[in-house]
């Protein structure tokens, strides 16, 4: 497995962000920094030296001990795959400042049948963080758009015939992975990036040039409750520059620690959040649908 994040994700081996498990000074727990600002002299037992990534960095992210991400773009702008950040997003009501409650409509996803009543959802990332017996069919129905969602972007990744993976992030979200059969310019990767949102046609822009949301925003039969990211976000990196960054899989998300992080079996039922079986065999063979 770490031979393999070697070679599918990482583009460039000379720095690795670090994520903190702990806060200190200005920065909290779950933040990240660039392995380039521990001093080696001043701090020569660090766990994180040497700088990049070696083999044991990988293993101690992969193991739980340590948690690494790894910059999207190489010094000359090389990159290695494009993804889809699936997350929660809750609008935020511009006159008070205050979050627009979620929804989700009562009875669908446990039964099927039932009332067609709305439920509001303050607070979704709450709502996706608790295990209260209360928020569980809730929770269901987010899993099960969720994943929806990483089958309609992992689909046509694999129609284009690139090698896919799904991976829950341990915190809030999901991970779409497009994977190029090596380096090549960030730009054109995320040029096919954006021909999979093309091929879909069902994703529209929610700000900027790298947040989309569904097309369907009705509760009952839509995706409110969602956005995705794109990256990469660059076509070049500036002169010392880092770029985008994004945790590698699996391991230990420091800011929700206790939220295991795994590929996902995209050969499960929908409303399952399981983790594949196989995980090198994913990697290996590229297609999440494959049994």
Known sequence: MASLFAKKFIARPDVKAVQL???AGHL?????FPDTKIDPVKRPNSPHLPHGFKMQHLLAHIEGTATYGHYMLSKDSMC????????LWQAVDPETGKMIPGSYPNGVFAEMVGPNAILELPDLRATWQSRAKEDAE??????????MLAHILAKKVVELDIDCAVAYS???????????????????????AQLVMEMTDEFTILKGHHFFKHKNDDPESGFPNFSV??????DSLDEGGFGNLMRLPLGTNQKNPKDPCFFLDMTSPLGQFKPHPDPVRLLTDGNPFSA
């Open 229 to 234: 990211e794109v990256f990469p976000k660059q």
């Open 21 to 23: 498990d702990k806060d």
């Open 170 to 192: 341990g915190s809030k979200g999901v991970h779409v992975y497009g994977f190029m059969p090596q380096a090549i310019p960030a730009n054109e990767v995320r040029s096919a």
């Open 138 to 147: 809730a929770r269901n129905w987010l899993k099960y758009q969720m994943k």
């Open 80 to 87: 290695k795959l494009f993804a889809f950040d699936i997350d």
């Open 28 to 32: 909290h727990r779950g933040d990240w």
